[in-house]
Structures are given as structure tokens and as C-alpha cells.
């Protein structure tokens, strides 16, 4: 299997990886965190990355982000190549054309809720879209806690203020990696209806690696990863149907 069926080639792209293979380590120590891995990331869509403890969640995200190199294959952010870029471009793109969401809330303590916002667009000197901020403040139900600091704010507080963070400068694709792992259910529900408002009224596209079905479920499809291939693949899915997908993986074994 040299090219996974599951990508679709024909509708447009914010972010693609093509035959994507990572390699740690040489000889016996070897290990093939991701073998050939194919798949599209479309626009103004919410994916849910799933799998298994050491499956290669965390290494296609990095991949496909520009945080890690990669030992083989193609990887595209909109029309742009990541292999053909310097380390200077490749820093542009993240900061330009990517945003982040991770477990740890990643918020610096010295400043407010707004300043934590607008931070990544001050340091690239980018003036933000007043207008735009003003959705995303109001969408992530922010606008009365501006001026608090983080430590001041509840854990689901400070995760939407990195909701906003990521949303702020419109970047072509947003990944977090397990962004709710830190919330209990009710502040993680709110974050991940952000999450999917943002995709749904604001065309944003949103890749997210979790291991929770209830929070695959608010994405628009579910890929799954095994031993680094992508072995299937949920479109609607429900808390249920993916439940039900991970237990016919543990029955069947790891085939693709
Ligand atoms: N820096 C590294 N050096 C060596 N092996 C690594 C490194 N990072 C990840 N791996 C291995 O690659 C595989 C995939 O890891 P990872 O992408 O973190 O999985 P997941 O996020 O699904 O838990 C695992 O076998 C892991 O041990
Ligand atoms: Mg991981």
C-alpha cells in the first residue's frame, strides 16, 4: 500500500501529508512512527486524530505542523511545501499560516487574558483585525475577563483564552493536541463547541488529536492511526460509533 484510498485529492487542502514516513533512531533501535501516511486536512473542516498510546498521533500533528522534520514523503500547508523551506520560512509559516492548541494551557502568567491573545501577532508585528478579534473574544465568551490574568481565571477560562489565541490571526489550520485533557467535562465541552463554531460559522479548519470519544465526536470526521498507518476512518461520528470503532480494533488486533 503505497498511497492510503481514504485521502481525497480533489477538494481543497489546508494541509495535506503525502506518503509521510517518520523514522526514530537507526538498526535495531529503530522505530517507524509513521509509515506512509496519506490524508488531507480540509478546509473549514474538524478532524479528530485517534488511536492507540504510541500509534503516531503526536508525530503526524508535529509533522504536518512544521515542528518536526520528517525522514520521507510530502507534507503541504495550503499550496506551500514544507520540505522545500529553510528553517527562517518554515518559523514564518508556523507563525503566520498555523495555530496551536495544547493540553498545557501555555499562557504567560505576567500578562492579561487580551495581551495573551494578541501576543503571537505582536511579536510578528501584525496589527490585528479589530473586527475579528471582537468575534472570537465574544465567541469564546471572554469579554468581561480581559484584563484578568491567567492565574486569576479557571483552567477552562484560561483554555479558551488559547482557543482565542489560536483563532486570532486566522491561520489556514489549527491543531491541538488533546486541548481539553486538562478540563473536566463541562469547561472541555465548552472548548471543544468553540472549537467546532469556530469551523462552523467561521470556515477555520481544526485538526485535533484526542484519545476521548465524546470529544471525537464534536469533529466532522475521525481518522484513526495504528502503528503509524492510518487503518480507518469516521465521517458524523458520535461518542458511540467511535467507542465502537476502537472496540473492534482492540478485538481485531492492529489491521489495517
Ligand atoms: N523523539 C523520539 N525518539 C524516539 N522515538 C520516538 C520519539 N518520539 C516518538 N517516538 C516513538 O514514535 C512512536 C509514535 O509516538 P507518538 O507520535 O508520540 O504517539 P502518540 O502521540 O500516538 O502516543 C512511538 O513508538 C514513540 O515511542
Ligand atoms: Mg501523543
Redesign the pocket.
Known sequence: MTTSPLADRTTTAAARATDLS?I??QGE?Q????DRVSVDFRQAEFTA?M????????????CVAGLDTFSSGSVRIGDTELGSLKDKQLTKLRRDKIGFIFQAFNLLPTLSALENITLPMDIAGRRPDKEWLDTVIKMVGLADRLSHRPSQLSGGQQQRVAVARALASRPDIIFG?EPTGNLDSRSGAEVLGFLRNSVRELGQTVVM?THDPVAAAYADRVVF?AD?RIVDEVHGPTAESVLDRMKRFDAKGRTS
Open positions: 517518520k526514530y533512531g533501535t522505530v517507524v512512527a509513521l486524530i488511536g492507540p498510546s504510541g500509534s503516531g498521533k503526536s508525530t503526524l500533528m508535529h493536541d488529536v492511526l503509524g
